[in-house]
């Protein structure tokens, strides 16, 4: 977990995603639209991505993509971060 949290330091809005997954290409496009400019780590790319991918689905990550951080706060996949907006959050 040590890897997810020093990247999740390096950055006020960190994404883990994949560059394969529709929901995470949704969220990213959401975040983007709020003008904020995230660290995205695509596991599918990365060259520790399958470690990153293992320590987010200890950290409950379940599915463990996407996995959005604001402030070092995990905030939660997909699910999560649509409920926030619809909410207005």
């Given at each position: 977990?040590?890897?997810?949290?020093?990247?999740?330091?390096?950055?006020?809005?960190?994404?883990?995603s994949?560059?394969?997954?529709?929901?995470s290409?949704s969220?990213?496009?959401?975040?983007?639209?709020?003008?904020?400019?995230?660290?995205?780590?695509?596991?599918?790319?990365?060259?520790?991505?399958?470690?990153?991918?293992?320590?987010?689905?200890?950290?409950?990550?379940?599915?463990?993509?996407?996995?959005?951080?604001?402030?070092?706060?995990?905030?939660?996949?997909?699910?999560?971060?649509?409920?926030?907006?619809?909410?207005?959050?």
């Amino acid at each position: 977990m040590t890897t997810v949290i020093r990247a999740v330091a390096e950055k006020p809005v960190v994404i883990f995603s994949k560059s394969s997954c529709c929901m995470s290409h949704s969220i990213k496009t959401l975040i983007y639209s709020f003008g904020v400019n995230p660290m995205v780590y695509e596991l599918d790319e990365y060259p520790n991505g399958q470690q990153l991918e293992r320590e987010l689905k200890a950290l409950g990550f379940k599915p463990s993509v996407p996995a959005v951080y604001i402030g070092q706060d995990p905030i939660g996949g997909a699910n999560e971060i649509m409920t926030l907006h619809l909410q207005g959050k």
